[in-house]
């Protein structure tokens, strides 16, 4: 597609439920990231993969948190038993190539815990 | 700690005002400088500054970055009520770090 698309945009989950994200990045853009924007916050980093390969989960911010790529392409973000803090617009964005380049998001889910 | 100061955190102008937004950063192997707006909907991309001095201009907006002092500014002349939005920067070291925004109010 023409540009970053994630599913679903809204999602209502009641505490304890499993959820999964969706984020379809630009055909061929190598490196993609998840973000997590709260009410009124700038992006927070998640996770970061280069194609397949996670390189970087320091921000992922329990192990109730897990992100996957399996074909290098298309991203999922699981959140187990989510709890109320977990409330946020989660941000998938990629980028042709690695690092210091000016990458496009997508326009996010929004997580509402109840 | 790396980290991205944005400021001020919020400013309401007059249409036709000029406004200038701050960035400072502290960011472990700093790469780049990134200026993005984000309205209701996901941040868009506006500008990426590598290099100090070098000031890059899209229509009305501009930026700069300044590496030795650690800032980058954002300049929009002649505001709009369509630049009404928040405006994140962020600064890619071994991952990117953004600021809180500044939210800007252009009123009629």
């Known amino acids: 597609g023409a540009g970053v698309s994630q599913s679903p945009r809204y999602k209502v989950a009641k505490r304890g439920q499993d959820v999964a994200l969706r984020c379809d990045p630009i055909s061929g853009h190598v490196s993609l990231f998840w973000y997590q924007q709260a009410l009124g916050q700038g992006p927070e980093f998640l996770t970061y993969f280069q194609n397949e390969a996670q390189l970087d989960k320091s921000g992922l911010p329990s192990d109730r948190f897990f992100a996957e790529r399996p074909e290098g392409s298309v991203s999922t973000l699981k959140i187990q038993r989510t709890q109320q803090e977990d409330s946020a617009v989660y941000l998938c964005?990629?980028?042709?190539?690695?690092?210091?380049?000016?990458?496009?998001f997508g326009s996010g889910t929004r997580l509402t815990v109840v | 700690e790396d980290k991205v100061v944005q400021s001020p955190l919020s400013l309401v102008v007059h249409e036709g005002d000029t406004v200038t937004l701050n960035c400072s950063y502290e960011?472990?192997?700093?790469?780049?400088l990134l200026w993005y707006k984000q309205e209701k909907k996901a941040p868009t991309f506006l500008f990426m500054l590598?290099?100090?001095?070098i000031e890059k201009k899209s229509g009305r907006l501009s930026s700069i970055l300044d590496k030795k002092e650690l800032f980058s500014i954002l300049n929009i002349t002649a505001t709009q009520t369509g630049d009404s939005a928040v405006y994140l920067c962020a600064a890619a070291g071994n991952q990117f770090y953004f600021g809180t925004g500044t939210s800007l109010t252009v009123i009629p």
């Open positions: 590598t290099s100090s001095g």
């Open positions: 960011v472990t192997n700093f790469r780049s």
């Open positions: 964005a990629s980028s042709l190539v690695a690092s210091n380049y000016g990458y496009t």
